[in-house]
Nanobody, 123 residues
Framework: QVQLVESGGGLMQTGGSLRLSCAASGRASSNYAKAWFRQAPGKERELVAAISRGGSTYYADSSRGRFTISRDNAQNTVSLQMNSLKPEDTAVYFC?????????????????WGQGTQVTVSS
């Protein structure tokens, strides 16, 4: 079983930066693909960024160039550095782990989820 604990959300003004972190338990999960998703009110949960065991990354169009996903396999953590924040980035952000070394764009392929952390960007 993998448990995920996110931290780092909060309130930020447009143009500011936030860094989200997610700590995973379970030694095997250090080798799994990890991702960040977000869900805004009334919208479906969408992929923000994903990273494979080897460090290959994928970004949604909305986050590419502004957000950076990274991982530390030794610490079993994944982080999301968010820069140039916009009001449309406001959402609950979820850390997710897939029991595979490869990422997926499909949220249904991720077996483990954190509880979510709120990010609010004011205009």
């Amino acid at each position: 079983q993998v448990q995920l604990v996110e931290s780092g959300g909060g309130l930020m003004q447009t143009g500011g930066s936030l860094r989200l972190s997610c700590a995973a338990s379970g030694r095997a999960s250090s080798n799994y693909a990890k991702a960040w998703f977000r869900q805004a009110p009334g919208k479906e949960r969408e992929l923000v960024a994903a990273i494979s065991r080897g460090g290959s990354t994928y970004y949604a169009d909305s986050s590419r160039g502004r957000f950076t996903i990274s991982r530390d396999n030794a610490q079993n953590t994944v982080s999301l550095q968010m820069n140039s924040l916009k009001p449309e980035d406001t959402a609950v952000y979820f850390c997710a782990v897939r029991a595979s070394i490869y990422v997926s764009m499909d949220r249904r392929q991720y077996e483990y989820w954190g509880q979510g952390t709120q990010v609010t960007v004011s205009s």
